[in-house]
T-cell receptor, first 123, second 112 residues
Framework: GAVVSQHPSWVICKSGTSVKIECRSL??????MFWYRQFPKQSLMLMAT?????????EQGVEKDKFLINHASLTLSTLTVTSAHPEDSSFYIC???????????????????FGPGTRLTVL | QKEVEQDPGPLSVPEGAIVSLNCTYS??????FMWYRQYSRKGPELLMY????GNKEDGRFTAQVDKSSKYISLFIRDSQPSDSATYLC????????????FGGGTRLMVKP
């Protein structure tokens, strides 16, 4: 249980185009999802917190007009990188916190389940 | 100074060795402590979860938290090549709204 998927797993695009990355909770409802960015051999950098039905909260230094986040349902959040540039090339990872999963094991407070990540390369 | 410090490694050990991974932190409000394992080009997966101080054991893995020293450890016994990955410590404070603060990660290589 508590599986998170991301699509696409990798994408290559030209500079100036927009790219949308989807994050889905497959077997649970996620009231909160997080978007992270990870550079090679570095840790996760939190970009924004996404709550279903409300505007995302962006971390300091993250341009909200460039990284558009939409959390329209309890199982789907999307990150759109607008007018992508080579410096936006990175590994983007989402995570989700279980809001409700029906029957099954109790989930830990603050336990985040991560997607497999999306590698974005901007040429 | 970062809130959570972690030696980036890489740490290279022979198969069967005991591995010790550590993190230090500065925020005394942290109450929840986690270790995640991340394989190359994959998302992190939760390995160990501890609340407040103490030890927790799960198979070959033992997590220790010393809140007085603001120091947490992950021990891996009988290390295997399949343990080769990056290990991230993460922490959270009560009422932090599910947010985690991550360490920089330690890259571990277990050689057969």
């Amino acid at each position: 249980g508590a599986v998170v998927s991301q699509h696409p797993s990798w994408v290559i695009c030209k500079s100036g185009t927009s790219v949308k990355i989807e994050c889905r909770s497959l077997d649970f409802q996620a009231t909160t999802m997080f978007w992270y960015r990870q550079f090679p051999k570095q840790s996760l950098m939190l970009m924004a917190t996404s709550n279903e039905g409300s505007k995302a909260t962006y971390e300091q230094g993250v341009e909200k007009d460039k990284f558009l986040i939409n959390h329209a349902s309890l199982t789907l959040s999307t990150l759109t990188v607008t007018s992508a540039h080579p410096e936006d090339s990175s590994f983007y990872i989402c995570s989700a916190v279980v809001g409700w999963a029906g029957s099954g094991r109790p989930y830990l407070y603050n336990e985040q389940f991560f997607g497999p990540g999306t590698r974005l390369t901007v040429l | 100074q970062k809130e959570v410090e972690q030696d980036p490694g890489p740490l290279s050990v022979p198969e069967g060795a005991i591995v010790s991974l550590n993190c230090t932190y500065s925020n005394s409000a942290f109450q929840y402590f986690m270790w995640y394992r991340q394989y190359s080009r994959k998302g992190p997966e939760l390995l160990m979860y501890t609340y407040s101080s103490g030890n927790k054991e799960d198979g070959r893995f033992t997590a220790q938290v010393d809140k007085s020293s603001k120091y947490i450890s992950l021990f891996i016994r009988d290390s295997q090549p399949s343990d080769s990955a990056t290990y991230l410590c993460a922490m959270s404070a009560e009422g932090a709204g599910n947010m985690l603060t991550f360490g920089g990660g330690t890259r571990l290589m277990v050689k057969p």
